[in-house]
């Protein structure tokens, strides 16, 4: 029978026969032998306890990982207006008519969570606010470091406000106060082509694709002076406006 002996063993030698518990073990020492008892493992005690050391070691890693992402979280969360328990408090109604009252108070645009804020705040009447965590509004993506919105974030806040549509196919749509919330680009066989999303004051969501490049940057204010509506679709639960032959004013 093979016989392995743990690290704190080594240096140590036999002293009779070998058994599992208490072995006892001999090293030379300058005044005679000194001697000590030690535990002895078989081969397939080995095994375990290297595949023990082996997964607690694995462990130690993944708790390290845990803890890093969670610093990188929560270093997120406070630069993104979250507060310190990862809540932030979402404005619900017409923000573009108080921006001002809510940039003075703090709060940011986020083109998923729209006007938010870390604490709440003193809202007209007409106004609601309610609390997301971030984990209700995104996941933690560790390969890009980065923070990635949840689909159900917009159901969320729809539940408060219900968004309509804009008009009917065909209707044409004049001096629309609205927030650019979101601008991607993809190539297409017209070449590079734009989608931008605004939000107007009434909540209602206009989708404009075209290869025309725009200057508003997300989260800044804008006037469409006149968009025709092409299109009336559902996306993820929110209502879409598709509008085409757009005129906006900075």
């Known amino acids: ?125 007409n106004y609601n606010i309610i609390p997301i965590t971030f984990d209700e509004a995104f996941v933690w993506d560790n390969n890009f470091g980065n923070a990635l919105p949840r689909e159900s974030v917009a159901r969320l806040k729809d539940a408060v406000l219900p968004v309509e549509y804009a008009g009917m196919i065909g209707d044409t749509i004049t001096e629309k106060n609205c927030t650019l919330v979101s601008k991607t680009s993809y190539m297409s066989k017209f070449g590079l082509t734009y989608t931008y999303v605004f939000v107007t004051e009434e909540k209602e969501v206009l989708v404009w694709q075209t290869t025309v490049a725009i200057s508003v940057k997300e989260g800044e204010d804008c006037i469409v002076k006149r968009a025709k509506i092409k299109d009336l679709q559902t996306y993820n639960g929110e209502k879409r406006t598709i509008v085409k032959n757009l005129q906006i004013k900075i």
């Not at 690290?7 to 208490?22: L, S, T, V």
């Not at 929560?74 to 328990?85: I, T, V, Y």
Request: glycine share 8%.
């Open 1 to 125: 029978m093979q016989i392995f002996m743990g690290k704190e063993a080594e240096g140590w030698m036999p002293a009779g026969a070998i058994f599992n518990e208490n072995c006892r073990f001999y090293k030379p020492m300058r005044r005679g032998n000194e001697t000590k008892s030690f535990r002895v493992y078989t081969e397939i005690e080995k095994r375990a306890y290297e595949d023990a050391q082996k997964l607690s070691q694995e462990n130690k890693f993944l708790e390290f990982q845990d803890k890093e992402t969670n610093e990188l979280i929560d270093n997120w969360c406070l630069n993104n207006g979250f507060n310190g328990k990862r809540i932030t408090y979402c404005i619900i109604g017409n923000t573009y008519a108080i921006k001002e009252k809510l940039k003075d108070a703090g709060c940011r645009f986020h083109s998923t969570l729209g006007w938010h804020c870390a604490e709440t705040i003193s809202l007209p009447a």
